[in-house]
């Protein structure tokens, strides 16, 4: 293939274009750090005004990092002003169309620029830039913040297209016979971005294409790491017809400063938090969180807090701005056990904090490794996407995770959720143990020699001497 051409003697230049949605920046944002830290690299990050929050600390880090700031195309179904997904969670559909129309101008940009990028690195929502690297005759990798299991789950997807046999049964079970284990998921649990496509949804015609050009991808670099998922990440090298498949987590904060802002502010200080924390008991806290685009509806929210009270466990409950109110008198009856956040919470410093012993939660692939890596099991009610494959490797492959509850509109049964979460940090779970061998190997996984820090090294050359190093 024909690599642009530029300046020789500058270092290699690198365009990252990330999904405006915060599961999606985060990862691809602190891959980008250690790259910009482990080699010389220009690098610059595609991101819309309402964006460059996220992407600030990042800059201010590494000079080396330049922005371009481009406008969020407008889209019908989208109300002005919207450019992430956290914003607008039912509208990932329209937001992965209308960003698909920075294509030209990006053409544009790479034409006009004296020292054009080599490489794009792009999340797996931006499969359009496949097509975009094909014009400009560079080479495109894939992201995806999501692990190997569910990349392999999306790709048999939309290479089979399986259909359903029985319209209106969601309850049709679709097999995917050749990932490994052979998984099952009712067709209510299968990917709502396929589903929409099959249904024939505005805006999803080219959804198809965009995922085949993930598929069709130089490079797949996955936020993962060997022991946690090996046989999927052998498949998808088998099955994508190449080794260039790389993983490189779990991509971890930079920082002690930046575990902190990760994501976002915080309505809450979060020395308070750890101070609150710093009152509890070893392991006796359970972190109650589901992440920056579920809505729990009146019922769910009673019931989680019936069992919070039923239980008598210490916690702290994360809830999304513009979340239904907690049920009268909740706050006032459990305070000293526990401490409810409004809005975006500190989670890697409560998960990594001592008290800590549990995780309820939708099981969103971020917070899956940060729990792990914190050594703290999960109790799994997985609702969308990637979650349902999330659940199963957690709960019946790893053995760290117990299923709760699943689906965006069941409700838990109050008494048994209260027992389960009694018995979380009761100190007596299996999926305790396993949960902290699989800390020790996401920690030895980084580690100088790790298999992830390896794989990042690896990728590292790729962008250095892109046709091997004895042509350097």
Known sequence: MTVASGNHNAPPHVLVIPFPAQGHMIPLLDLTHKLASNANLTITILTTPKNQTLISPLISSHPSIHTLLLPFP?????????ENAKDMPRSIPPIISSFSNLHHPLIHWFNSHPSPPQFIISDMFCGWTQQLAS??????LVFSPSGAFAFSIMSFLWKELPKRKIDNDENEVVSFDRVPNSPKYPWWQV??????????????ERF??????????WGLVVNSFDELEKPYLDYLQMELGHDRVWAVGPLLPADDSSLKQRGGSSPVLVNDVVSWLDKKEDRKVVYVCFGSQAILTKDQTEAIASALVKSGVH???SMKIGHVDLPSGFEEGTHGKGLVIRGWAPQVVILNHRAVGAFLTHCGWNSVLESVVSGVPLLAWPMSADQFSNATLL????????????????VPDSDRLGRVLAESVSG???ETREVLKLQAAALDAVREGGSSEKDLRCLTEQFLFPFGKSET
């Open 74 to 82: 407008s889209h019908p179904s989208l109300p002005p002003g919207i």
């Open 135 to 140: 014009e400009l005759g560079i080479r495109r």
């Open 191 to 204: 990917s709502p971005l396929f589903r929409s496509y099959v249904a024939g949804y505005p805006d999803t």
């Open 208 to 217: 198809r294409d965009w995922n085949l050009g993930n598929i069709a991808s």
């Open 315 to 317: 916690f702290i409950w």
């Open 395 to 410: 709960v019946e492959e790893l053995k760290v995770a117990k299923k709760v509850c699943e689906g965006v509109k069941a």
């Open 428 to 430: 007596s779970d299996m």
